[in-house]
């Protein structure tokens, strides 16, 4: 190879160490690149050994008895193919690709290429190059498709998983809510049912003192239809102790407040009946032993029974 064969090399992009190298066991451009292919995954060290062993065994061939005396071998020949071969070199080289192991030495010159044959010999190898070039690119691209195709599903069945789990979460939510409401609603039914049994009653007592003040007898109060119990927070009126609760509620605005509740009553109902009297919201009642604190919005729904406070309990309230 010419050093404009090895520029031409340079100039496709290849490593110096690598170019030279390539001239030097091959004879022209096409076999340099066919070298360079085949040993493209060797690193440069491997091939600079291997180029020095090639040398020496270069120095020690003697294969200079096929030629007669007086006469100096000018090419090789493959005498399996009949392919010649301007050095030992390129028939190495061919020796390697082929498998071809027979070869002599020739007194046959090989003529050098004319510039146009180089010019086409050379435009040939580009477009080999930029076709390679160019599988390359293409197989890059789709083994680079085929990889964010699997991050793509990736990322969509994460995503997929977190708006499932997002779907339960907000179900659960509104199942509480709905419970809240249904709880908060069955507490302001029994609310207003003892509004009402307390109006009767102080009503009925101002008769009575009236009737006493004018000197006759009572009326005879007048017997509504009985409420049902859930409604009246209660049992029955010949009911046992057990269905009361009896607590002392320590408040910062009012102090000690005593009160008694039919045990059904729920805590939403003593902190509604506590804000009135201090005016203050009650975010918590809490008893100390056990300790325990019962949130408003997630244990308020318990009745006083269910709480542990019948038949008596002292609580703070928060």
Known sequence: MTTADLDVLLSMGFEQARAEIAAKKTGNLQQALDWLEANQDKSLE???AQNQASAEDEDEDTTGANIPSGETAKSLVC?????KFRNHDQATFHATKT???????STDEIAPLTEEEKKARLEELRQKLAAKRAVQSEAEKETAKRNEQIRMKATKDSQELKEE???KERIKEAERKKQEKIADAEAKKRIKAKIEADKAERKRKEEEAKALREGRAPQAPVVAPAAPLSALGGSSASGSS??????RIQTKQKGNLMKTYPSETTLFEVAHDVEEETGVPVQSFQINFPRKTFEAGVDFGLTLK???FVPSAAIIAN
């Open 99 to 105: 498998d071809h192991q027979d070869f002599s030495e």
């Open 165 to 167: 789990l997002q779907r």
């Open 46 to 48: 491997e091939l600079q």
């Open 79 to 83: 005498n399996e193919c009949g392919k």
């Open 242 to 247: 057990a269905a009361t609760a009896r607590l």
């Open 306 to 308: 269910e709480a542990g």
